[in-house]
């Protein structure tokens, strides 16, 4: 048996040859895509968090950009403070073998790997945020594991190396994540059905 798209491209009558969905259908003709697989809006809050994240990450990226253009301020902060301490006697300052010339020297290839790490989490944000808008459970976990990790370094680095921009990134982040567990949209982040393996009981 012929197909009905098979005898309509041997007439060579491809001036009105159909490409809506509908028109198609109606002659007997499949879809043009293979996937007919409906994929569900997003909430409001889902939609929003998605380009909070997206905000966010720029702005993650935009702070370690401008901590890396104040190497200079930053090194002079942190000579200051390394002075002051041997000046107090610390004994940290004298059994690290840290020198001022250490610092100096040390640090604009610590401040380029945080911005090449932070280039790099930013686009896992967007990726998960993305995900989560689709309605991926997993990515919300995925999400907040990122969002830890900036907190970390929040907390963990001098306070010279963080900036108005790294606390704006982790203020908006803490908005994204509260709108992506909102009881409205939890339906919109179905739980996986759990495999049964063989081994375990019926």
């Known amino acids: 048996m012929t197909h009905p798209e098979d ?18 259908e109606a002659r007997g003709f499949p879809p043009l895509s293979n996937d007919r697989r409906e ?7 889902v939609r929003l968090s998605f380009w909070l994240w ?3 990450a720029v702005l993650l990226v935009v702070g370690f950009v401008l ?17 002051r301490a041997r000046i107090a006697g610390d004994p940290v300052t004298e059994r690290s073998g840290v020198t001022p010339e250490n610092i100096a020297s040390g640090v604009p290839g610590l401040l380029w ?3 090449a790490g932070a280039v790099m989490i930013a686009g896992l944000i967007v990726l998960f945020a993305y995900k989560a808008r689709e309605g991926t459970r997993s990515a919300r976990s995925v999400l907040i594991a990122l969002t830890l990790a900036v907190v970390a370094f929040a907390i963990g680095m001098p306070g010279e190396f963080v900036n108005a921009f790294h606390m704006i990134a982790l203020g908006v982040a803490a908005v994204a ?3 992506l567990f909102l009881p ?11 495999v049964k393996r063989r081994w375990q009981d019926s």
């Not at 901590?67 to 002075?83: P, R």
């Open 177 to 179: 994540i509260v709108l």
């Open 113 to 115: 790997l945080l911005a």
């Open 184 to 194: 409205g949209v939890s339906g919109f982040f179905p739980k996986l059905p759990r």
């Open 54 to 56: 997206v905000a966010g």
């Open 7 to 24: 005898e309509y491209e041997s007439s060579g009558r491809k001036d009105d040859y159909p490409v809506d969905d509908l028109e198609r």
């Open 39 to 45: 994929r569900p809006v997003p909430p409001g809050p």
């Open 67 to 83: 901590m890396v253009g104040n190497q200079a301020e930053i090194i002079e902060a942190l000579l200051d403070s390394y002075e």
